[in-house]
């Protein structure tokens, strides 16, 4: 039908994006995966019994994320400030899936101010939102 439009992803408190844990292919495409401890501690607060936490997840690959023509990545929390900081300013790596997201041409990642609390240029995305609000208002929201 034309690829997708939009993808709209959060980030796990190890930089997995969907479920492309730790280590997964950056070319990565549809298929089953075996989710981390990390992941399966993080998701039990959706279950009465820890048992019932899936060990595994279908999930859209890294390569196929980064076929959309745009991504939007929200993150929120103290939690998250540090892999959001690995995410967006570290080396891009298999072992933070989410880093793959620089290499896209147009990608938003919209952060409250404790998940953004650890990016070392915090002060100049900030600068170059408003730059984009003053002088062009239809590029706001656009990726920095």
Known sequence: MGGIDIQILGIGSDGHIAFNEPGSS??????????????????????????????????????????????????????????????????????????????HRDVVVILDEEAGARLARADYYRWV????KRLVPQLVGRAT
Request: hydrophobic letters at 40%; a positive charge.
């Open 26 to 103: 950056l070319g990565s495409r549809t298929r089953l995966k075996t989710l981390t401890q990390c992941t399966i501690q993080d998701n039990a607060r959706f279950f009465d019994n820890p048992q019932e936490v899936p060990r595994f997840a279908i999930t859209m690959g890294v390569g196929t994320i980064l076929e959309a023509r745009r991504i939007i990545m929200l993150a929120s929390g103290k939690a998250k400030a540090g892999i959001i900081a690995e995410a967006i300013e570290g080396p891009i790596t298999s072992q933070v899936s989410a880093s793959a997201l620089q290499l």
């Open 129 to 132: 939102h408003e730059q984009k």
